[in-house]
């Protein structure tokens, strides 16, 4: 087979794309905003329990790499998932690793 994997030009953005989700705060953030749609900094601050400068924090990363979109709103800022293939990616790692302990257990 001589298709790679990962193609040599796109290495650096894949492992950038891999390193964003490693953050299980990110991850938690997204879940909020997969299931609830559209919120904001404070509303996902209580979601999700993070104090709100760690989720502002969080969120600007997410959308440096256009993970999730901002929509400005008075006073407010309202994320939203950008990414269209965000859900299918973790469906595909969770089916895996449910299918993994089930053949383990």
Excluded: W
């Excluded at 993070?50 to 901002?70: E, F, I």
């Amino acid at each position: 087979m001589t298709d790679q994997l990962i193609p040599p030009p796109l290495l650096e953005q894949v492992s950038e794309r891999f390193h964003l989700l490693s953050e299980p705060v990110r991850l938690q953030l997204l879940n909020q905003l997969h299931v609830r749609g559209e919120m904001n900094v404070q509303q996902l601050s209580e979601a999700t329990g993070q104090h709100q400068a760690n989720v502002s924090k969080h969120l600007q990363r997410l959308a440096k790499h256009n993970l999730v979109q901002r929509r400005k709103e008075g006073l407010y800022v309202f994320y939203s998932i950008a990414d269209p293939i965000l859900s299918a990616l973790c469906v595909l790692v969770c089916s895996q690793l449910q299918m993994e302990k089930a053949a383990e257990g």
